[in-house]
Protein backbone atom coordinates (compact mmCIF):
# COMPACT_ATOMS: atom_id res chain seq x y z
CA UNK A 1 0.00 0.00 0.00
CA UNK A 2 1.22 3.46 -1.04
CA UNK A 3 2.39 5.49 1.75
CA UNK A 4 1.14 9.46 1.03
CA UNK A 5 3.95 12.08 0.22
CA UNK A 6 4.77 13.36 3.58
CA UNK A 7 3.89 17.76 3.84
CA UNK A 8 7.77 19.49 3.94
CA UNK A 9 8.67 20.50 6.69
CA UNK A 10 10.78 23.83 7.82
CA UNK A 11 11.26 26.59 6.18
CA UNK A 12 9.47 26.45 3.16
CA UNK A 13 6.36 24.19 4.22
CA UNK A 14 4.64 27.58 3.46
CA UNK A 15 5.00 26.64 -0.34
CA UNK A 16 2.85 23.34 -0.52
CA UNK A 17 -0.06 25.23 1.62
CA UNK A 18 0.26 28.19 -1.27
CA UNK A 19 0.60 25.08 -4.10
CA UNK A 20 -2.80 24.07 -2.47
CA UNK A 21 -4.67 27.40 -2.73
CA UNK A 22 -3.85 27.91 -6.30
CA UNK A 23 -4.92 24.04 -6.86
CA UNK A 24 -8.61 24.74 -5.28
CA UNK A 25 -9.21 28.25 -6.95
CA UNK A 26 -7.68 26.92 -10.08
CA UNK A 27 -4.97 29.08 -10.81
CA UNK A 28 -2.42 26.32 -11.03
CA UNK A 29 -0.26 26.83 -14.33
CA UNK A 30 2.34 24.20 -15.95
CA UNK A 31 4.92 24.35 -18.20
CA UNK A 32 4.19 23.09 -21.96
CA UNK A 33 7.21 22.54 -23.97
CA UNK A 34 5.90 23.02 -27.58
CA UNK A 35 7.26 20.55 -30.16
CA UNK A 36 10.03 21.46 -33.28
CA UNK A 37 6.87 21.42 -35.57
CA UNK A 38 3.17 21.12 -35.22
CA UNK A 39 0.03 21.24 -37.08
CA UNK A 40 -1.46 23.22 -34.15
CA UNK A 41 -2.82 26.86 -34.93
CA UNK A 42 -0.96 29.29 -32.69
CA UNK A 43 -2.97 32.22 -31.58
CA UNK A 44 -1.42 32.34 -28.73
CA UNK A 45 2.36 33.69 -29.45
CA UNK A 46 2.91 37.09 -29.57
CA UNK A 47 4.59 36.81 -33.32
CA UNK A 48 2.67 39.24 -34.62
CA UNK A 49 4.33 40.03 -38.18
CA UNK A 50 4.73 35.91 -38.68
CA UNK A 51 8.63 36.51 -39.35
CA UNK A 52 9.79 33.44 -36.27
CA UNK A 53 10.05 30.97 -38.70
CA UNK A 54 10.93 33.06 -42.04
CA UNK A 55 13.86 31.98 -44.10
CA UNK A 56 15.58 35.15 -43.86
CA UNK A 57 14.95 35.51 -40.32
CA UNK A 58 16.44 32.20 -38.84
CA UNK A 59 19.07 32.30 -41.63
CA UNK A 60 20.43 35.34 -40.12
CA UNK A 61 20.23 34.12 -36.62
CA UNK A 62 22.48 30.86 -37.66
CA UNK A 63 24.43 33.04 -39.46
CA UNK A 64 25.19 35.50 -36.70
CA UNK A 65 25.72 32.25 -34.34
CA UNK A 66 28.53 30.71 -36.68
CA UNK A 67 30.29 34.55 -36.87
CA UNK A 68 30.15 35.76 -33.46
CA UNK A 69 29.22 32.63 -31.74
CA UNK A 70 26.61 31.24 -29.40
CA UNK A 71 26.58 33.52 -26.71
CA UNK A 72 27.58 36.77 -26.09
CA UNK A 73 30.26 36.00 -23.89
CA UNK A 74 29.55 38.95 -21.07
CA UNK A 75 27.71 42.28 -20.45
CA UNK A 76 27.35 44.86 -23.18
CA UNK A 77 29.75 47.02 -21.19
CA UNK A 78 32.67 44.57 -21.03
CA UNK A 79 32.59 41.95 -24.20
CA UNK A 80 29.04 41.76 -24.49
CA UNK A 81 28.76 44.55 -27.66
CA UNK A 82 29.33 43.57 -31.01
CA UNK A 83 29.29 45.29 -34.32
CA UNK A 84 25.88 43.65 -35.11
CA UNK A 85 24.48 45.18 -31.79
CA UNK A 86 25.16 48.28 -32.92
CA UNK A 87 23.83 47.41 -36.35
CA UNK A 88 21.02 46.64 -34.69
CA UNK A 89 20.46 49.76 -32.68
CA UNK A 90 21.29 52.16 -35.04
CA UNK A 91 18.65 50.43 -37.66
CA UNK A 92 16.54 50.48 -34.81
CA UNK A 93 16.60 54.27 -34.41
CA UNK A 94 16.50 55.29 -37.93
CA UNK A 95 13.33 53.18 -38.37
CA UNK A 96 11.13 53.97 -35.49
CA UNK A 97 12.15 57.89 -35.25
CA UNK A 98 14.41 58.01 -32.04
CA UNK A 99 17.78 59.90 -31.36
CA UNK A 100 19.29 56.79 -30.62
CA UNK A 101 18.41 53.28 -29.34
CA UNK A 102 19.89 50.27 -26.68
CA UNK A 103 19.17 46.91 -27.13
CA UNK A 104 18.83 44.75 -23.86
CA UNK A 105 18.44 41.23 -23.41
CA UNK A 106 14.64 41.20 -22.73
CA UNK A 107 11.62 43.59 -22.91
CA UNK A 108 11.74 42.90 -19.05
CA UNK A 109 14.75 43.77 -18.60
CA UNK A 110 14.32 47.16 -21.02
CA UNK A 111 11.54 48.32 -18.97
CA UNK A 112 13.07 47.51 -15.42
CA UNK A 113 16.07 49.30 -16.88
CA UNK A 114 14.37 52.74 -17.89
CA UNK A 115 11.74 52.90 -14.81
CA UNK A 116 14.36 52.47 -12.19
CA UNK A 117 16.88 54.84 -14.25
CA UNK A 118 14.71 57.37 -14.98
CA UNK A 119 12.73 57.87 -11.70
CA UNK A 120 15.53 58.56 -9.08
CA UNK A 121 15.12 59.28 -5.14
CA UNK A 122 12.15 61.74 -4.89
CA UNK A 123 10.57 60.90 -8.21
CA UNK A 124 6.45 60.81 -8.40
CA UNK A 125 5.47 57.25 -10.86
CA UNK A 126 2.28 57.60 -12.12
CA UNK A 127 1.84 54.00 -13.04
CA UNK A 128 -1.81 53.21 -15.13
CA UNK A 129 -3.48 50.15 -13.04
CA UNK A 130 -3.26 47.76 -16.20
CA UNK A 131 0.41 48.06 -17.00
CA UNK A 132 2.38 44.99 -17.51
CA UNK A 133 4.14 43.22 -14.85
CA UNK A 134 7.24 44.42 -15.94
CA UNK A 135 6.65 48.08 -15.60
CA UNK A 136 5.02 47.39 -11.87
CA UNK A 137 8.28 45.83 -11.09
CA UNK A 138 10.56 48.81 -12.24
CA UNK A 139 7.97 50.96 -9.90
CA UNK A 140 8.24 49.02 -6.92
CA UNK A 141 12.25 48.84 -7.39
CA UNK A 142 12.96 52.52 -8.36
CA UNK A 143 13.73 54.79 -5.61
CA UNK A 144 10.62 57.18 -5.92
CA UNK A 145 6.54 56.67 -4.74
CA UNK A 146 4.45 55.22 -7.02
CA UNK A 147 0.40 56.31 -7.52
CA UNK A 148 -1.41 53.57 -9.52
CA UNK A 149 -4.07 55.57 -11.56
CA UNK A 150 -7.60 54.75 -13.52
CA UNK A 151 -6.98 52.66 -16.58
CA UNK A 152 -6.09 55.28 -19.98
CA UNK A 153 -7.14 58.17 -18.02
CA UNK A 154 -5.52 61.77 -18.56
CA UNK A 155 -7.64 62.82 -15.97
CA UNK A 156 -6.15 60.74 -13.73
CA UNK A 157 -2.79 61.43 -14.47
CA UNK A 158 -3.43 65.06 -14.03
CA UNK A 159 -4.63 65.11 -10.87
CA UNK A 160 -1.91 63.00 -9.69
CA UNK A 161 0.93 65.14 -11.11
CA UNK A 162 -0.82 67.95 -9.75
CA UNK A 163 -0.63 67.08 -5.83
CA UNK A 164 3.37 66.39 -6.59
CA UNK A 165 5.94 68.66 -6.40
CA UNK A 166 9.16 67.67 -7.58
CA UNK A 167 10.47 65.49 -10.50
CA UNK A 168 7.52 63.21 -11.95
CA UNK A 169 7.56 59.83 -14.60
CA UNK A 170 4.46 58.36 -16.22
CA UNK A 171 4.44 55.57 -17.38
CA UNK A 172 2.11 53.32 -19.60
CA UNK A 173 1.93 50.49 -22.05
CA UNK A 174 1.22 51.61 -25.22
CA UNK A 175 -1.16 48.56 -26.07
CA UNK A 176 -2.50 46.37 -22.98
CA UNK A 177 -0.55 42.81 -23.64
CA UNK A 178 -4.31 41.54 -22.13
CA UNK A 179 -6.91 43.56 -23.66
CA UNK A 180 -5.30 44.67 -26.73
CA UNK A 181 -6.62 48.42 -26.18
CA UNK A 182 -4.17 51.26 -26.90
CA UNK A 183 -3.30 53.98 -24.68
CA UNK A 184 -4.96 57.40 -25.57
CA UNK A 185 -0.83 58.36 -26.07
CA UNK A 186 -1.26 62.23 -27.46
CA UNK A 187 -4.18 63.12 -24.18
CA UNK A 188 -1.40 61.33 -21.88
CA UNK A 189 1.52 62.93 -23.43
CA UNK A 190 -0.46 66.19 -22.81
CA UNK A 191 -1.31 65.90 -18.75
CA UNK A 192 2.11 65.08 -18.28
CA UNK A 193 3.87 67.91 -19.87
CA UNK A 194 1.25 70.54 -18.30
CA UNK A 195 2.99 69.30 -15.46
CA UNK A 196 6.67 68.77 -16.61
CA UNK A 197 6.54 65.37 -16.00
CA UNK A 198 8.75 62.21 -18.30
CA UNK A 199 6.81 60.13 -19.94
CA UNK A 200 7.62 56.18 -20.31
CA UNK A 201 6.23 54.15 -23.43
CA UNK A 202 6.11 50.35 -23.43
CA UNK A 203 5.74 49.33 -27.09
CA UNK A 204 6.04 45.88 -26.68
CA UNK A 205 2.93 45.09 -28.56
CA UNK A 206 2.66 48.38 -30.71
CA UNK A 207 6.13 47.88 -32.57
CA UNK A 208 5.35 46.54 -35.69
CA UNK A 209 2.10 46.42 -35.32
CA UNK A 210 1.21 50.27 -35.35
CA UNK A 211 1.94 53.23 -37.02
CA UNK A 212 3.39 54.28 -40.75
CA UNK A 213 4.90 50.88 -41.61
CA UNK A 214 4.72 48.92 -38.01
CA UNK A 215 7.18 52.15 -36.75
CA UNK A 216 5.29 51.74 -33.25
CA UNK A 217 2.33 53.81 -31.41
CA UNK A 218 4.82 56.30 -30.22
CA UNK A 219 5.73 57.14 -33.58
CA UNK A 220 1.85 56.96 -34.49
CA UNK A 221 1.46 59.65 -31.65
CA UNK A 222 4.20 62.03 -32.64
CA UNK A 223 6.18 61.50 -29.32
CA UNK A 224 9.07 59.51 -31.27
CA UNK A 225 11.88 61.84 -30.84
CA UNK A 226 10.25 64.18 -28.27
CA UNK A 227 12.73 64.80 -25.59
CA UNK A 228 10.76 64.46 -22.83
CA UNK A 229 9.50 60.56 -23.55
CA UNK A 230 11.24 57.15 -23.54
CA UNK A 231 10.04 54.19 -25.74
CA UNK A 232 11.21 50.59 -24.49
CA UNK A 233 12.94 49.21 -26.97
CA UNK A 234 13.98 52.19 -28.98
CA UNK A 235 15.43 54.37 -26.28
CA UNK A 236 15.91 58.35 -26.87
CA UNK A 237 17.75 58.56 -23.11
CA UNK A 238 20.38 55.44 -24.29
CA UNK A 239 23.52 57.31 -23.11
CA UNK A 240 22.23 57.50 -19.25
CA UNK A 241 21.02 53.94 -19.63
CA UNK A 242 24.24 53.27 -20.13
CA UNK A 243 25.67 53.99 -17.47
CA UNK A 244 23.17 53.89 -14.74
CA UNK A 245 20.57 50.89 -15.77
CA UNK A 246 21.45 47.84 -13.68
CA UNK A 247 19.74 45.03 -15.72
CA UNK A 248 21.82 46.45 -18.77
CA UNK A 249 24.95 47.08 -17.32
CA UNK A 250 25.13 43.94 -14.90
CA UNK A 251 23.05 41.79 -17.33
CA UNK A 252 24.47 39.75 -20.01
CA UNK A 253 24.20 41.27 -23.43
CA UNK A 254 21.62 39.91 -25.92
CA UNK A 255 22.76 36.72 -28.08
CA UNK A 256 24.11 37.50 -31.64
CA UNK A 257 21.86 35.17 -33.14
CA UNK A 258 18.81 36.83 -31.27
CA UNK A 259 20.35 40.08 -32.57
CA UNK A 260 20.87 38.52 -36.17
CA UNK A 261 17.20 37.41 -35.97
CA UNK A 262 16.34 41.01 -35.45
CA UNK A 263 17.98 42.43 -37.41
CA UNK A 264 16.90 40.50 -40.58
CA UNK A 265 12.77 40.84 -39.34
CA UNK A 266 13.19 44.85 -38.96
CA UNK A 267 14.73 44.92 -42.56
CA UNK A 268 11.60 42.36 -43.78
CA UNK A 269 8.71 44.34 -42.32
CA UNK A 270 10.84 48.28 -43.93
CA UNK A 271 10.72 46.26 -47.17
CA UNK A 272 7.35 44.58 -46.34
CA UNK A 273 5.40 47.16 -44.75
CA UNK A 274 1.88 45.85 -45.13
CA UNK A 275 2.59 43.19 -42.81
CA UNK A 276 1.26 45.63 -39.86
CA UNK A 277 -1.71 46.55 -41.74
CA UNK A 278 -2.47 42.73 -42.65
CA UNK A 279 -1.91 42.20 -38.76
CA UNK A 280 -4.73 44.65 -37.55
CA UNK A 281 -7.11 43.44 -40.45
CA UNK A 282 -6.92 39.56 -39.19
CA UNK A 283 -7.35 41.15 -35.51
CA UNK A 284 -10.39 43.35 -36.62
CA UNK A 285 -11.66 39.93 -38.34
CA UNK A 286 -11.53 37.74 -35.23
CA UNK A 287 -12.76 39.95 -33.11
CA UNK A 288 -16.07 41.06 -35.83
CA UNK A 289 -16.47 36.84 -36.12
CA UNK A 290 -16.58 36.57 -32.53
CA UNK A 291 -18.86 39.03 -31.57
CA UNK A 292 -21.65 37.98 -34.09
CA UNK A 293 -20.88 34.41 -32.58
CA UNK A 294 -22.16 35.59 -29.06
CA UNK A 295 -18.64 36.33 -27.45
CA UNK A 296 -17.67 39.06 -25.30
CA UNK A 297 -14.49 39.95 -26.97
CA UNK A 298 -12.70 43.54 -25.87
CA UNK A 299 -12.65 45.37 -29.39
CA UNK A 300 -8.96 45.25 -30.76
CA UNK A 301 -6.36 47.97 -30.93
CA UNK A 302 -3.38 46.32 -31.90
CA UNK A 303 -2.84 42.26 -32.46
CA UNK A 304 -4.63 41.37 -28.99
CA UNK A 305 -8.10 39.99 -29.19
CA UNK A 306 -9.66 38.82 -25.40
CA UNK A 307 -12.40 36.66 -25.05
CA UNK A 308 -14.16 36.89 -21.61
CA UNK A 309 -14.00 33.39 -20.04
CA UNK A 310 -17.27 32.33 -16.96
CA UNK A 311 -14.75 31.63 -14.32
CA UNK A 312 -10.28 31.05 -14.08
CA UNK A 313 -11.31 27.29 -13.90
CA UNK A 314 -13.31 27.36 -16.92
CA UNK A 315 -11.20 29.35 -19.03
CA UNK A 316 -8.34 27.23 -18.17
CA UNK A 317 -10.46 24.20 -19.25
CA UNK A 318 -11.48 26.26 -22.55
CA UNK A 319 -7.89 26.40 -23.20
CA UNK A 320 -6.88 22.68 -22.47
CA UNK A 321 -10.26 21.73 -24.89
CA UNK A 322 -9.09 24.32 -27.57
CA UNK A 323 -5.34 22.63 -27.30
CA UNK A 324 -6.52 19.05 -27.56
CA UNK A 325 -8.44 20.33 -31.16
CA UNK A 326 -5.93 21.97 -32.56
CA UNK A 327 -5.85 25.30 -31.03
CA UNK A 328 -3.17 27.09 -29.06
CA UNK A 329 -5.12 30.10 -26.89
CA UNK A 330 -3.41 31.93 -24.09
CA UNK A 331 -5.60 32.03 -20.91
CA UNK A 332 -5.16 34.82 -18.56
CA UNK A 333 -6.55 34.56 -15.07
CA UNK A 334 -5.62 36.32 -11.65
CA UNK A 335 -3.10 37.37 -10.18
CA UNK A 336 -2.10 38.01 -14.04
CA UNK A 337 -5.54 40.18 -14.63
CA UNK A 338 -6.11 42.16 -11.47
CA UNK A 339 -9.59 42.82 -12.64
CA UNK A 340 -10.52 39.57 -11.57
CA UNK A 341 -12.09 38.78 -15.11
CA UNK A 342 -10.72 36.03 -16.51
CA UNK A 343 -10.12 35.56 -20.37
CA UNK A 344 -8.95 33.90 -23.36
CA UNK A 345 -6.12 36.10 -25.25
CA UNK A 346 -6.23 35.19 -28.99
CA UNK A 347 -3.10 36.95 -31.09
CA UNK A 348 -3.78 37.77 -34.59
CA UNK A 349 -0.74 37.45 -37.26
CA UNK A 350 0.14 38.40 -40.78
CA UNK A 351 0.46 35.11 -42.32
CA UNK A 352 -3.08 34.11 -40.92
CA UNK A 353 -5.39 33.01 -43.71
CA UNK A 354 -9.11 32.89 -43.87
CA UNK A 355 -8.98 29.05 -43.52
CA UNK A 356 -7.08 29.51 -40.13
CA UNK A 357 -9.76 31.93 -39.30
CA UNK A 358 -12.35 29.59 -39.83
CA UNK A 359 -10.67 26.91 -38.04
CA UNK A 360 -10.21 29.08 -35.06
CA UNK A 361 -13.49 30.01 -34.57
CA UNK A 362 -15.16 26.76 -35.22
CA UNK A 363 -12.71 25.11 -32.59
CA UNK A 364 -13.78 27.96 -29.78
CA UNK A 365 -17.12 27.55 -30.67
CA UNK A 366 -17.13 23.96 -30.01
CA UNK A 367 -15.27 23.75 -27.06
CA UNK A 368 -16.64 27.10 -25.15
CA UNK A 369 -18.35 26.76 -21.93
CA UNK A 370 -21.96 27.29 -22.15
CA UNK A 371 -22.16 30.49 -20.03
CA UNK A 372 -19.29 32.18 -22.60
CA UNK A 373 -21.95 33.25 -24.57
Keep these: ?27 TRALRPRPAASDTLDLAGNDYLGLARHPDVTDAAAGAARRWGA ?20 ELADFCGA ?23 GTLLVSDTSNHASLIDGCRLARGA ?41 ALAA ?9 LVDDAHGLGVLGEGGRGSAHAAGLAGSPDTVVTVTLSKSD ?27 RLLRAE ?6 VRRTARTLYEELTAAGFQAARP ?41 SRLRLTARADLTPADLDRALSVLTRTAPPAAR
Design 1 to 27: MPHPTPAPAGPFAWTAEAAARREEAGL
Design 71 to 90: GATGSRLVSGSTALHAELER
Design 99 to 121: EAALVLSSGYAANLAAVTALAPA
Design 146 to 186: TEVVAHADPDAVRKALAAHRGPALAVFDAVFSVDGDAAPLP
Design 191 to 199: ACREHGAGI
Design 240 to 266: HLVNTARTFIFDTGLAPAAAGAALAAL
Design 273 to 278: PDRAAR
Design 301 to 341: DAAVVSVRAPSAQEAADWAARCREQGLAVGCFRPPSVPDGV
